[in-house]
């Protein structure tokens, strides 16, 4: 006698389908809710060398929270790389604690602290907040999402100033900056016409220069004005090209 292997149906099968879903999903713990009080940090040369960044963890489980800090080499080009800093004597940034636990819904304070007045160009760091899985209790397979948070870092060095100029062509304007310290070009507009009659229209893009860099803009026609807010992490400055 022939024993044959009797397959589920269709309807069995998406039955046990969505169980299979449904079980995956309850074994599904998301860790994504921890937050930053700042993302930006600047460090001015007249003022304080601390700066504090505060983490809050509204979940209901501890937060093991590390934090890394990387040195950010040729920033905002194709070259960027972010190196991790390990070498004790050579540690111009520190974050402490590295490595910390945040309550249930409380707050922890993680400090930065600047060791350097760079000489000719502001230096630019990351800070990774890095959540660490800790002890899980669990009946069944579980699975934690960690998010991970960076904090962009400069420290700016003595006299910081930006200085942007822009060079036009047919159809591009494109804008440099020969200071010692990034600014960001921001609410753009292109114009045209004369007083009265003038007409702007909003530019999309916002663009973060680096000292000593460069960046091309396409224009509508070669009669379009340009203006941009230059903002230095702190004042804005409105400027027309």
């Known amino acids: 006698m022939r ?7 269709l309807p069995q099968l998406l039955a046990m389908a969505s ?24 460090f001015e040369p007249d003022k304080s060398p601390r700066q504090d960044i505060v983490v809050t963890n509204p979940d209901k489980e501890n937060l093991y929270l590390q934090t890394e800090v990387y040195k950010v080499v040729n920033p905002g080009t194709d070259q960027e790389e972010r190196v991790r800093i390990t070498d004790p004597s050579e540690l111009k940034l520190l974050s402490t604690p590295q490595k910390t636990i945040v309550a249930p819904n409380s707050r922890k304070t993680v400090r930065l602290v600047s060791l350097e007045t760079p000489k000719k160009v502001e230096s630019v760091y990351r800070v990774t907040f890095k959540p660490v899985v800790g002890d899980l209790e669990a009946t069944q397979n579980a699975i934690k999402l960690l998010i991970a948070y960076q904090a962009l870092v400069f420290v700016r060095p003595e006299n910081p100033e930006y200085k942007v100029t822009a060079k036009r062509e047919r159809d591009s304007i494109t804008f440099t900056n020969s200071g010692n310290i990034n600014v960001v070009l921001r609410n753009g507009q292109f114009c045209s016409g004369q007083k009265g009659k003038r007409q702007c229209t909003d530019i999309d893009d916002i663009k973060r220069l680096y000292a000593g860099q460069s960046w091309t803009l396409k224009i509508p026609s070669s009669n379009t ?3 941009y807010g230059l903002f230095n992490g702190s004042t804005e400055e409105r400027k027309t090209f």
């Not at 024993?3 to 149906?9: A, I, T």
């Not at 074994?27 to 993302?39: F, I, P, R, V």
């Open 3 to 9: 024993s044959w292997l009797k397959l589920p149906r």
């Open 225 to 227: 004005e340009v203006e």
């Open 19 to 42: 169980l299979a879903m449904v079980s995956l999903a309850m074994s599904l713990n998301t860790y994504g809710a921890m937050s930053l009080d700042k993302m930006i940090v600047y």
